[in-house]
């Protein structure tokens, strides 16, 4: 007979493998089902890692050509070896879903290898066998959003995955959207030669982070060499032997013009994955945009059934999968979890970096909220001087009357670190004021979050 389970996961990202060990940890018998050969699921395997893995390589190999002379490091005969980039990235990526597997054996949850789809309330079922389940934790995340007139190939037309498994350099990619995994890829293959062009819908960048934020970032982006073409979109595309052909025209309509690219990377967002899922026959709610609709607490309307990550609301972001994956256990078993929606960071992993919590000028604006701004550069930071990056800010927006954080926004090196101390400042209702009065260890990057901080009240010691 097959087994039953307090808890089945049916998904193994890192929403769902988060869920599963949680719920483990907390004496609930739990399985967590997954299609792929490995766990980890898009992040691990497609998505966060390897992008990163390239991330850094490319890094090195522009540091090696371009940035190590200014420090009196002279590096002649820099070749590029990408067999052996990529080949790297591969044992990144083998050595974290690794990690999970002995995750899941070390607390002793069942992986459900195979498709998993909701039977019924209570009842799962992967490859042939049904599997009772008091709770049901749905995680399958989400897939690159399609674009009328391109037909993915992931050869010359390619989704983030295809983009991550080019074995030659392109002379010149088309990146089709301007957001983080656009941006991050096209710094990748900019950093090993090609020549790169972004096409954004929008006027500007990033444009779910603060619009000055993304204003700055483009400047930097072009001063690398990327180039951009901002409120237009992509109508068509036309392959033959030697690449592909995009027509586009402007957002606002206009005149069409074409544009030749070798590689194409379609990267307009992407959206929740719930198909074969079987949560509508069981009488799950979706909504418009075929997410799982949850209260609160996680709960979808059929009682049993939950939902987390990037299949429900909110921003696609791993670490927002996981607070919900243990807010959800916890849950489940009774305790109080929760997820604090306001510090949850958002990070685009370029070089610099840009890194965002809270929320925007743009936001307090439209919900009327007095605030007030401290800026800081990091050309005036001691540290982003003697590492020779000195290019970007950081932005703090405090309540105007009790001088709460409310949002910051950082472009610079390491910014994805260097905001942590500020999502603890959210996450614990601190002010401006308490970060200005927190030592900071001289010299860091992190100074510049303490001298924003004083900018707030007008008082920065720095500039």
């Not at 998993?116 to 749905?138: F, H, L, M, Q, S």
């Not at 990619?173 to 995994?181: D, E, F, K, P, S």
């Not at 987390?308 to 959800?328: C, N, T, Y």
């Amino acid at each position: 007979m097959p087994e039953s389970f307090d808890v089945i996961v049916i998904g193994a990202g890192p929403g769902g493998y988060v869920a599963a060990i949680r719920a483990a940890q907390l004496g609930l018998r739990t399985a967590c089902v997954e299609s792929r050969e490995t766990l980890g699921g898009t992040c691990l395997n497609v998505g966060c890692i390897p992008s990163k893995a390239l991330l850094q390589s490319s890094e090195h190999f522009e540091e090696a050509n371009h940035k190590l002379a200014q420090h009196g490091v002279t590096v002649k005969g820099v070749s590029l070896d990408l067999a052996r980039m990529q080949a790297r990235k591969g044992e990144v990526v083998t050595a974290n879903v690794k990690g999970v597997e002995f995750l899941f054996k070390k607390n002793k949850v069942t992986w459900l290898k195979g498709k998993g789809r909701i039977a019924a309330p209570g009842k799962v079922e992967v490859a042939g066998e049904t599997y009772d389940a008091k709770n049901i934790i749905i995680a399958t995340g989400s897939e690159s959003v399609p674009l009328k007139g391109l037909e993915v190939d992931e050869k010359r037309i390619v989704t983030s995955t295809g983009a991550l498994e080019l074995d030659k350099v392109p002379k010149h990619l088309v990146v089709i959207g301007g957001g983080v995994i656009g941006l991050e890829l096209g710094s990748v293959w900019k950093r090993l030669g090609a020549e790169v062009t972004v096409i954004e819908f929008l006027d500007r960048l990033i444009p779910t982070m603060d619009a000055e934020l993304g204003k700055q970032f483009e400047r930097v982006l072009a001063k690398q060499g990327i180039k951009f073409k901002l409120k237009t979109k992509v109508t068509g595309s036309k392959l033959d032997a030697k690449g592909v052909t995009l027509t586009m025209e402007p957002a606002a309509g206009g005149a069409s013009e074409e544009l030749r690219a070798d590689v194409v990377l379609l990267s307009i967002g992407r959206r929740a994955y719930s198909e074969g899922l079987g949560a509508q026959d069981a009488g799950v709610a979706l909504d418009d945009r075929g997410r799982v609709v949850v209260d609160g607490k996680f709960a979808t309307n059929v009682p049993g059934i939950y939902a987390i990550g990037d299949v429900i609301a909110g921003p696609m972001l791993a670490h927002k999968a996981e607070e919900e994956g243990v807010a959800v256990a916890e849950i489940i078993a009774g305790q109080h979890g929760h997820v604090n929606y306001a510090a949850i960071p958002s990070v685009v992993y370029t070089w610099p970096e840009v890194a965002s919590v809270g929320e925007t000028e743009e936001q307090l604006k439209a919900r009327g909220v007095e605030y007030k701004v401290g800026k800081f550069p990091f050309t005036a930071n001691g540290r982003a001087r003697a590492m020779a990056e000195t290019d970007g800010f950081v932005k703090i927006l405090a309540d105007k009357t009790t001088d709460r954080v409310l949002g910051a926004h950082i472009l610079g090196a390491d910014a994805g670190t260097v905001i942590a101390e500020i999502v603890t400042a959210i996450e614990f209702g601190a002010s401006a004021e308490d970060i200005a009065r927190t030592s900071h260890a001289h010299p860091s990057l992190n100074e510049a979050v303490k001298e924003a901080a004083l900018a707030v009240d007008g008082r920065a010691l720095h500039i």
